[in-house]
C-alpha cells in the first residue's frame, strides 16, 4: 500500500502514522515520506495536521481501530 501511494502520480506527499505502517515505512526509499508518527497521541496528531496547508488534497486512512477520525478532526481544527 505504501509503495503505491509514493509511486502514484500526482501524490506530493505521504505522511504515515500508527506503530504497523511506522514499521512498514522502513522499507521506503529515503526521501519517500514527508513524515512518520508512531503514535497517534495527541501531540503527533497535531503535528500531522500541522503538515497539511490550504489547497492539499488528503487522503487519511486507516482501520477504524486506529481512530483516524483524530487526525481528521485535527485537520478540520486546524482551519477552522
Do not use: C, H, N
Amino acid at each position: 500500500v505504501l509503495d503505491a501511494a509514493v509511486d502514484a502520480p500526482g501524490v506530493g506527499a505521504v505522511i504515515v502514522a500508527g506503530e504497523p505502517f511506522a514499521v512498514a515505512a522502513r522499507s521506503l526509499p529515503e526521501g519517500a515520506l514527508l513524515a512518520v508518527e508512531p503514535s497517534l497521541d495527541d501531540g503527533p496528531v497535531a503535528a500531522l495536521a500541522g503538515y497539511i496547508k490550504p489547497g492539499d488534497a488528503v487522503l487519511i486512512k486507516g482501520s477504524r481501530s486506529t481512530a483516524m477520525e483524530r487526525v481528521a478532526r485535527a485537520i478540520e481544527a486546524r482551519f477552522a
